[in-house]
């Protein structure tokens, strides 16, 4: 194939000819790369379509997507941590998702606040539901995992007095009630519960000085009773012996 005429000059039909195809073949090259994508470990992507949710997932791995039809939105799937801890405490949590503890009170009117840990992961097989009916993981954390879980923390100590909160027979109880009422939930919005661990129950300072005043009374009658029937003991003994000399 001659690029050139009987003058030696470069025949400009070939030029645009091959410059054509060149520009095609890079247009398919940059078409192909664009349709390889890669997925990370740890999550699935869903492939939307103009906007709308294809109900395909790509899992980890190379895939391939159609470029300028098709986009992905990325859903984690990973194990993580929603806490409820103070300010401060959130500075040093390794927690996923901080949030302030729950305040609610007693069936006795007692005032507390609830600190807690909800571990979950979202179901790679409801990841396209999760962004169809919800949006976002941080939509699905506001709307389901901070909401469910803060109504039941309010509610359920509710049934219980301050002293079975306080001396931690209740504790497990609650933690257990919670997590019962908040499972269902969980399933239905593509979500696997992993565990809840309600972490303490924190009492005002007021009630806390009212028990510890209780219970140093307590020790103090226990003393006094202690002593009483330690000098009964005695007197018992002093008549003993004497009844023995006579």
Request: aromatic share 8%; charged share 20%.
């Amino acid at each position: 194939m001659k690029f050139f005429d009987e003058n030696g000059d470069i025949k400009i039909g070939m030029v645009t000819k091959w410059t054509t195809f060149g520009l095609i073949a890079l247009f398919v090259l940059i078409n192909l790369l664009g349709s390889l994508h890669f997925v990370q470990a740890g999550t699935v992507e869903v492939v939307k379509q103009f906007g709308g949710v294809t109900g395909k997932q790509l899992e980890p791995g190379l895939q391939v997507t159609i470029p300028f039809v098709q986009s992905t939105e990325v859903v984690a799937t990973r194990k993580v941590v929603y806490e409820t801890s103070t300010e401060t405490s959130q500075k040093t949590s390794n927690a996923d998702y901080k949030d302030f503890p729950v305040d609610t009170n007693t069936s006795d009117g007692q005032q507390v606040d609830i600190f807690y840990t909800i571990r979950f992961s979202v179901d790679p097989t409801k990841a396209s539901w999760v962004v169809q009916n919800i949006g976002s993981v941080n939509s699905l954390i506001e709307k389901v995992v901070k909401t469910e879980s803060r109504i039941w923390a309010r509610n359920i100590p509710r049934n219980y007095t301050a002293e079975m909160l306080y001396s931690g027979k209740g504790t497990q109880s609650v933690q257990q009630e919670i997590e019962a009422k908040i499972l269902p939930a969980f399933q239905a919005n593509g979500l696997v519960l992993d565990s809840v661990g309600v972490r303490e129950i924190q009492f005002t300072k007021q009630y806390i000085d009212a028990v510890e005043s209780k219970q140093i009374a307590e020790v103090q009658v226990k003393t006094e009773e202690n002593k009483a029937a330690q000098e009964v003991f005695k007197k018992q003994q002093r008549i003993t012996q004497a009844e023995g000399q006579a």
